[in-house]
């Protein structure tokens, strides 16, 4: 079977239109009318050059993946897209929208709220292999191709109206440095026009790319996965800190928050036992005082009875957060838990197809028709 590039693979497109001399500024209404008519085909765009119509009839596709299925959760806020991509692998994006006016809509939220939240996927899968994350248990697939990251965009927006991004789905952003940059210097051009200070790069702390992120991407929020403290304990949670230690991580954190004077992210699951004791806050507040951050405490969502790791209880994340701001001034906020029982919340992503548990729990939509409003 032949296949397609996505419209939306701005280098491969921009390539494309340059070898066969087309004006690249009909790459933007291109998209614009594919966002606007999602079942067009490309044949229907009006106002383009002949050469045009003929290239893009032969290597490209209005879209190179499907969304095969849609979760709701009962919390009333999060949904699950599955998405087919164009080699038969599947990845998840999740839209998490706060303005849930519900009864009209059957019992859903009502999407479409002024303040929806789209989590996207980077790669099939991710190598680094975090002990407590459901994604890294699935060892690394594939990475997306730009046009697929941008794609999960075009169908969140297709549904609701998308008005931050963040990088936060399956996979480790950084690893798929080029698709990533491309991505965003898409979703951030006209038709989309989002603005950077509304997309939030996650990253594990790959340093040789936190090193060019300000230069090639600069505006967007930098959100950084630590979870411990001190070397010791990030080696055990995360393979990936013995390649980025943390020491060097923290110089790189200073460089770019010197260069973009923007304040960075810092993300840290709250596990019982393992990184959530008082000294565990001191020595976190120590290694951020002199940096302008917020701390995200995130309660850990369950990947699984096999999982080596439990949650903390309300009490130590509350003792952790008065700690951090009490005695170092830091910003701390604890994130709400979102989506669990779609398995749509951080760190439960994991391609599975919808399991008879799954369709129990949940209201699986085969019709998207039925979200759209
Ligand atoms: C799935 S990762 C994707 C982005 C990037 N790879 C990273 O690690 O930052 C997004 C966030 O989910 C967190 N996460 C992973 N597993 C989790 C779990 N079981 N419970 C709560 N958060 C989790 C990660 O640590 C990270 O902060
Ligand atoms: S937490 Fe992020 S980096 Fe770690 S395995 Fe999961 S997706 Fe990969």
Same mark, same amino acid.
């Given at each position: 079977?032949?296949?397609?590039? %996505?419209?939306?693979?701005?280098?491969?497109? =921009?390539?494309?239109?340059?070898?066969? !001399?087309?004006? #690249?500024?009909?790459?933007?209404?291109?998209?614009? *009318?594919? @966002?606007?008519?999602?079942?067009?085909?490309?044949?229907?765009?009006?106002?383009? +050059?002949?050469?045009?119509?003929?290239?893009?009839?032969?290597?490209?596709?209005?879209? #190179?993946?499907?969304?095969? %299925?849609?979760?709701?959760?009962?919390?009333?806020?999060?949904?699950?897209?599955?998405?087919? @991509?164009?080699?038969?692998?599947?990845?998840?994006?999740?839209?998490?929208? *706060?303005?849930?006016?519900? !009864?009209?809509?059957?019992?859903?939220?009502?999407?479409?709220?002024? =303040?929806?939240? $789209?989590?996207?996927?980077?790669?099939?899968?991710?190598?680094?292999?975090?002990?407590?994350?459901?994604?890294?248990?699935?060892?690394?697939?594939?990475?997306?191709?730009?046009?697929?990251?941008?794609?999960? @965009?075009?169908?969140? %927006?297709?549904?609701?109206?998308?008005?931050?991004?963040?990088?936060?789905?399956?996979?480790?952003?950084?690893?798929?440095?080029?698709?990533?940059?491309?991505?965003?210097?898409?979703?951030?051009?006209?038709?989309?026009?989002?603005? +950077?200070?509304?997309?939030?790069?996650?990253?594990?702390?790959?340093?040789?790319?936190?090193?060019? @992120?300000?230069?090639?991407?600069? !505006?967007?929020?930098?959100?950084?996965?630590?979870?411990?403290?001190?070397?010791?304990?990030?080696?055990?949670?995360?393979?990936?800190?013995?390649?980025? +230690?943390?020491?060097?991580?923290?110089?790189?954190?200073?460089?770019?928050?010197?260069?973009?004077?923007?304040?960075?992210?810092?993300? *840290?699951?709250?596990?019982?036992?393992?990184?959530?004791?008082?000294?565990?806050?001191?020595?976190?507040?120590?290694?951020?005082?002199?940096?302008?951050?917020?701390?995200? $405490?995130?309660?850990?969502?369950?990947? !699984?009875? %096999?999982?080596?790791?439990?949650?903390?209880?309300?009490?130590?994340?509350?003792?952790?957060?008065?700690? $951090?701001?009490?005695?170092?001034?830091?910003?701390?906020?604890?994130?709400?838990?979102?989506?669990?029982?779609?398995?749509?919340?951080?760190?439960?992503?994991?391609?599975?197809? +919808?399991?008879?548990?799954?369709?129990?729990?949940?209201?699986?939509?085969?019709?998207?028709?039925?979200?759209?409003?």
């Amino acid at each position: 079977m032949a296949t397609y590039r %996505s419209v939306f693979d701005a280098a491969e497109l =921009r390539a494309q239109f340059n070898a066969a !001399g087309i004006n #690249t500024k009909f790459m933007a209404s291109i998209w614009k *009318y594919v @966002l606007q008519n999602p079942g067009c085909e490309l044949d229907e765009i009006p106002d383009l +050059p002949s050469s045009a119509y003929r290239l893009l009839r032969t290597k490209f596709k209005p879209f #190179t993946s499907t969304v095969h %299925s849609v979760f709701h959760s009962t919390d009333g806020v999060t949904t699950k897209l599955l998405i087919k @991509l164009q080699n038969g692998a599947f990845v998840e994006a999740v839209i998490m929208t *706060y303005d849930t006016r519900l !009864g009209k809509y059957g019992g859903k939220p009502r999407l479409g709220g002024p =303040r929806s939240t $789209l989590c996207i996927s980077s790669q099939v899968g991710c190598k680094m292999g975090c002990k407590f994350c459901a994604t890294g248990t699935m060892g690394f697939k594939n990475n997306l191709t730009s046009g697929e990251i941008v794609e999960q @965009l075009v169908h969140a %927006s297709l549904l609701t109206n998308i008005r931050n991004v963040v990088f936060m789905g399956m996979g480790e952003p950084l690893n798929n440095y080029t698709a990533l940059v491309e991505a965003i210097r898409v979703m951030t051009g006209s038709p989309f026009q989002l603005s +950077p200070k509304r997309i939030t790069v996650s990253t594990v702390g790959i340093i040789h790319a936190i090193n060019k @992120l300000h230069g090639d991407l600069p !505006g967007l929020n930098l959100a950084v996965s630590l979870h411990a403290p001190v070397q010791e304990i990030r080696c055990q949670i995360m393979p990936s800190a013995r390649a980025f +230690p943390l020491e060097k991580l923290m110089t790189a954190l200073q460089t770019y928050q010197k260069n973009s004077q923007q304040k960075i992210f810092i993300e *840290y699951i709250m596990l019982d036992g393992m990184n959530d004791e008082e000294q565990h806050a001191h020595q976190l507040g120590k290694l951020l005082e002199t940096f302008q951050v917020v701390v995200n $405490l995130i309660p850990f969502n369950p990947i !699984g009875s %096999s999982s080596q790791f439990r949650t903390s209880s309300d009490q130590k994340v509350s003792d952790f957060q008065k700690i $951090l701001r009490g005695t170092y001034n830091i910003r701390t906020t604890v994130r709400k838990q979102m989506g669990q029982d779609i398995s749509g919340a951080c760190g439960q992503l994991v391609v599975n197809l +919808p399991d008879k548990r799954t369709r129990e729990n949940t209201s699986l939509l085969t019709d998207i028709e039925d979200l759209r409003i």
